[in-house]
């Protein structure tokens, strides 16, 4: 299993305890998000797919491109980085 890095947007990473900055093992993004759930389970209810979808607030990007769900499963080459970013709303 290859590890990549994964950066976790601030406001889901400081809501959660989580750094920001990690390096996680797991050959998908699904793998990935899984990994960070046993690893920070207070992330779990963030990352864990309701129906096979992530919550609506959650977006995953690889490389910089937006990674939806129905690409969850597809392998991801040496070295990618994996960026979670978490939508904000309010007024």
């Known amino acids: 299993m290859s590890t990549h890095s994964v950066s976790i947007a601030p406001a889901l990473a400081n809501s959660t305890g989580t750094p920001q900055r990690l390096d ?6 699904a793998e990935l998000l899984e990994q960070l759930a ?3 389970p207070s ?3 963030s990352l864990t ?3 096979g979808r992530l919550p609506k607030y959650i977006r995953i990007f ?3 491109a937006s990674c939806t769900d129905a690409h969850h499963g597809e ?6 980085h994996v960026m979670i970013v978490s939508a904000v709303a309010g007024g």
């Open 24 to 29: 996680v093992a797991g050959d998908t993004v």
């Open 38 to 40: 046993v690893e920070h």
């Open 43 to 45: 992330l779990r209810q």
């Open 49 to 51: 797919p309701v129906d």
């Open 62 to 64: 690889v490389d910089g």
């Open 75 to 80: 392998a991801l080459k040496p070295g990618t």
